[in-house]
């Protein structure tokens, strides 16, 4: 596999692997007490951040600049929405701070072949 890959595979599963972390977070939505039909809605309303991700992701598949753009503000948005615990900012904006810089360094790598692609044909 070349460095090529490696840096533009790098922020989708990265990406994934945030998915389902945030997922993780869904199952506190199974109570007890609650009955079942509340349970599954309140655990369907807690995976919309992942669904959310995974949608960016889709769309940051060939369009990396979308993902750069839309996960460094959703980042932003949590440090600046949320005033929080120090750790809490750091495990949730974090890495879609990491994801971001990974996604725009992979759309630089993107244009930079294909201006060499451009400039090579005759």
Do not use: N
């Amino acid at each position: 596999m070349t460095t090529q890959t490696r840096i533009r595979l790098a922020p989708v599963i990265l990406c994934a692997l945030y998915a389902v972390f945030l997922a993780v977070f869904a199952l506190d939505a199974f109570d007890p007490d609650k009955g079942r039909w509340a349970q599954w809605l309140a655990f369907g309303v807690h995976l919309l951040p992942s669904a959310f991700i995974l949608l960016v992701l889709i769309l940051a598949w060939r369009r990396e600049w979308v993902g750069s753009t839309v996960y460094a503000g959703l980042g932003l948005g949590y440090v600046f929405m949320w005033k929080g615990h120090w750790l809490s900012e750091v495990l949730v904006a974090g890495p879609l701070f990491l994801i971001s810089l990974l996604f725009l360094w992979s759309w630089r790598l993107r244009r930079r072949e294909a201006r060499r692609t451009i400039a090579s044909q005759p």
